[in-house]
């Protein structure tokens, strides 16, 4: 079972960030399960080698592989299906990883961007949040379960596009806002205040994160009534983080590795090569499995 757990190849550099983000997820609740990937083939009905060209960012796997490892694993199909769902529309057209051969492939998708990137990546993860996870007893036949007529079942679609509404609203009021024409300048407000982290995001969950290239957050790292470590960007202590993520939580992150001193460089919410090299270090210093992907384990160190 354990002949290829050995430490994850790394992934291209060129693969899109939200092709990397699935294959991140899908790594990391293989190793959870403590699934060999013989052993999640002879699970799933796809062949090992399938499995390792997928799980290495060679190819992208088809929406049926993606349930059949969701049900593996007993893992949120819905969410993975979402994130893949992003994924193709990343690859497609591209000279990222090869899309596997699978239905459901978007028209039209839209254009790559660190910010694109990151609303796309957390609308569908909030959508999918919003609701119940594909259960692994629904027949293959239903919608959204990999049968071919839908990638995702109607109702995400529908929370999906009332995210991208929202989303809409919410830069347009941050643009007419008073108060918020400084942030370039050390954080100064027009209004003469000081940003901090709980202005920047009160509750991280509702507010869109928007990457700024250069921006580096303030770091208000505080021990909470719970005894647990904040920066005051995200309450989570589950959450799968890896290269790639553009999100509050990746701030957090990196605010907490450099509490610890593991500096990760800029606080600037994209979770890039230095920020990796920065939780490898901290994993390997927690003797934790050194994979470079934010977890419930590396949580866990962080918030101590």
């Not at 769902?85 to 051969?101: C, I, N, P, Q, S």
């Not at 509490?259 to 990796?276: C, K, M, V, Y």
Request: glycine share 12%; hydrophobic share 35%; net charge positive.
């Amino acid at each position: 079972m354990w002949g290829d757990m050995s430490p994850w190849k790394q992934l291209p550099d060129a693969l899109d960030p939200r092709a990397r983000h699935l294959v991140v997820q899908l790594r990391r609740l293989k190793d959870h399960r403590g699934l060999s990937l013989q052993a999640l083939a002879s699970r799933t009905g796809y062949s090992r080698s399938s499995w390792d060209r997928y799980l290495n960012g060679r190819v992208l796997p088809p929406q049926q592989a993606v349930v059949a490892f969701a049900r593996a694993c007993d893992a949120d199909a819905e969410r993975l299906l979402a994130l893949h769902e992003l994924a193709v529309a990343a690859t497609d057209g591209t000279k990222g990883a090869v899309r596997g051969k699978g239905p459901g492939r978007p028209r039209n998708p839209e254009p790559a961007g660190q910010a694109g990137t990151a609303g796309q990546i957390e609308r569908a993860e909030r959508a999918v949040r919003a609701g119940a996870a594909l259960k692994p007893g629904v027949p293959e036949g239903e919608p959204g379960n990999g049968d071919g007529r839908s990638g995702l079942r109607p109702w995400v679609i529908a929370s999906v596009a009332a995210a991208v509404t929202v989303l809409t609203v919410l830069t347009a009021l941050l643009v007419i806002t008073p108060g918020h024409g400084g942030e370039e300048h050390g954080g100064e407000a027009q209004g003469g205040h000081v940003a901090t982290a709980d202005s920047a995001a009160t509750d991280p969950e509702q507010q869109p994160f928007v990457f700024r290239p250069g921006k580096d957050h303030p770091c208000p790292v505080h021990r909470d009534d719970d005894g647990l470590l904040y920066a005051g960007y995200s309450k989570t202590r589950t959450a799968l983080i890896g290269k790639g993520s553009t999100q509050w939580a990746v701030v957090e992150a990196q605010c907490l590795l450099r509490h610890h001193g593991f500096p990760p460089g800029l606080a600037d919410g994209i979770f890039g090569s230095r920020t990796e090299r920065a939780v490898k270090r901290l994993q390997r210093d927690a003797h934790l499995v050194v994979d470079g992907v934010v977890g419930e384990d590396t949580w866990g160190v962080l918030r101590k």
